[in-house]
């Protein structure tokens, strides 16, 4: 399978887009460029798909979308895209617990493996793992950083106080 990528700067930093011909494939920070191995990737900033992508993800930082239409192509175990999935139905404007994410799977003791398959999502803020926190209520690790996994949720709060 061969890859196509963008750049495309965003609030939160630059972001890097990865297409298939079955859907975005990763959506990755500058610092997970090696972490995720998408090959052969063919730089193509007039890619529809990644175009598209860019288009939702402006129009999520500006308020203006609370859900992705995209069409996804997660590359992992079962297992991991069983949590991907899980992540992509967590509502606009909501957050869960890794706990949440593993009785929603249908695995409850599986939290740690949940976390694990979080930490490794290649679609970042379109499958918004921004919005999985402690069971304490404490932000918790994300591949963009803390001040970004804030900065994400703040775009959210106006619909947290709402509800």
Same mark, same amino acid.
């Given at each position: 399978?061969?890859? $196509?990528?963008?750049?495309?700067?965003?609030?939160?930093? %630059? &972001?890097?887009?990865?297409?298939? %011909?079955?859907?975005?494939?990763?959506?990755?920070? +500058?610092? %997970?460029?090696?972490?995720?191995? &998408?090959? +052969?990737?063919?730089?193509? /900033?007039?890619?529809?798909?990644?175009?598209?992508?860019?288009?939702?993800?402006?129009? $999520?930082?500006?308020?203006?979308?609370?859900? !992705?239409?995209? /069409?996804?192509?997660? *590359?992992?175990?079962?297992? @991991?895209?069983?949590?991907?999935?899980?992540?992509?139905?967590? +509502? $606009?404007?909501?957050?869960?617990?890794?706990?949440?994410?593993?009785?929603?799977?249908?695995? /409850?003791?599986?939290?740690?493996?949940?976390?694990?398959? *979080?930490?490794? *999502?290649?679609?970042?803020?379109?499958? /918004?793992?921004?919005?999985?926190?402690?069971? *304490?209520?404490?932000?918790?690790? !994300?591949?963009?950083?803390?001040?970004?996994?804030?900065? &994400?949720?703040?775009?959210?709060? +106006?619909? &947290?106080?709402? @509800?």
């Amino acid at each position: 399978m061969s890859y $196509y990528s963008k750049k495309m700067a965003s609030p939160v930093g %630059e &972001l890097t887009l990865f297409a298939s %011909e079955r859907g975005l494939a990763a959506v990755l920070w +500058p610092n %997970e460029l090696r972490r995720i191995r &998408l090959v +052969p990737v063919t730089e193509d /900033p007039r890619h529809p798909l990644l175009l598209e992508a860019e288009r939702q993800l402006n129009a $999520y930082f500006n308020g203006e979308l609370r859900q !992705f239409t995209v /069409p996804l192509d997660f *590359n992992g175990t079962e297992f @991991q895209k069983k949590v991907w999935q899980a992540l992509v139905a967590i +509502p $606009y404007g909501e957050t869960r617990s890794y706990a949440d994410i593993a009785r929603a799977i249908g695995h /409850p003791g599986a939290v740690r493996a949940v976390g694990a398959a *979080n930490g490794r *999502n290649p679609v970042s803020i379109i499958a /918004p793992c921004h919005r999985v926190i402690g069971s *304490n209520g404490k932000l918790t690790g !994300f591949a963009g950083g803390l001040e970004a996994k804030a900065f &994400l949720l703040a775009i959210e709060k +106006p619909d &947290l106080l709402s @509800q």
